[in-house]
């Protein structure tokens, strides 16, 4: 079995990582590739409210609830006093797909693109310290960079460059 292609989307908060990870997904689905996200939060998140079933079930202690219905499942792991499991574990429990695309994931050693906006140009670039990112995509021009730059609308280009750089292909290519 071969592993499965990851190149992540990474950046400073507010950098314009969610939404470059979308449009690539929506991206690379019309390409045909099934594709699988990874996020890494920061923080405490919910994907359930307060006095929904399942967030019921969690604060009760259950450690794991699968959500299920004709549409979609879902399964939330709460790791009470456990540490937070390394991205490969993660990778591990994901179904069969073409790509994984990563948002987040700042020290990791997979390829990445780093996001820029103007707005978080003052907390400095993560290129020169990270060897795995491989090109940046800005909304404001650069001088003196060394990788690829893309302008953080063109998706298309920054779709083909990590098809390339993974040597992505098509079912039946």
């Not at 405490?44 to 450690?63: T, V």
């Amino acid at each position: 079995m071969t592993e499965t292609p990851v190149f992540g989307i990474t950046g400073w908060k507010n950098s314009g990582k969610t939404q470059l990870v979308t449009r690539l997904v929506a991206e690379f689905t019309a390409r045909g590739f099934k594709v699988s996200t990874v996020k890494h939060a920061h923080h405490n998140f919910d994907i359930d409210r307060p006095g929904a079933d399942s967030y019921r079930h969690r604060e009760a202690g259950a450690s794991e609830v699968a959500l299920v219905s004709g549409r979609r499942w879902a399964l939330m792991h709460e790791l009470r006093n456990e540490e937070e499991p390394p991205l490969n574990e993660i990778l591990s429990r994901l179904a069969p797909c073409d790509l994984i695309l990563i948002e987040g994931y700042k020290r990791e050693n997979h390829p990445k693109i780093e996001a820029r906006r103007t707005e978080t140009v003052d907390r400095g670039p993560l290129s020169p310290s990270d060897p795995n990112i491989m090109a940046i995509a800005a909304d404001h021009s650069l001088t003196g960079e060394t990788l690829p730059v893309f302008d953080l609308d063109d998706v298309a280009a920054m779709a083909d460059f990590i098809q390339e750089h993974l040597g992505l292909k098509r079912s039946g290519q």
